[in-house]
């Protein structure tokens, strides 16, 4: 685990040289007790979740994932998650335009 701050990100913005990242995104398929699919309506992602102790959420809640982002021979991109955060109250919409607005910036 790297102790660098986690970057945010859109699934279609990761690049390969990204460490330590943080998405947000609603879960798309719990494929079993070890990895998630997130969906950010950017892309979709997997997400191994076996470092989170209590897993509580469901398909179709939103979270955000911080974690260390692994990529795989094939090409895949996964996110080794450390923590999880329940995003279901945040207006999803409104933090997609400000990510934009903030990416412009930069």
Known sequence: MSNQYAKQRTIK????ND???QVTGYIKDKTNN??????DK????????TEIEKFTYDVNDLIN?????ELHTDGEKVIVAQFIQDMNKLNFEYYQKLYELKKELE
Request: glycine share 8%; net charge negative.
């Open 13 to 16: 913005d990761i690049e390969n």
């Open 19 to 21: 460490e330590r990242i």
């Open 34 to 39: 070890e990895n998630i699919i997130i969906d």
């Open 42 to 49: 950017t892309g979709i992602i997997k997400v191994k979740i």
């Open 65 to 69: 994932v911080i974690g260390d982002l």
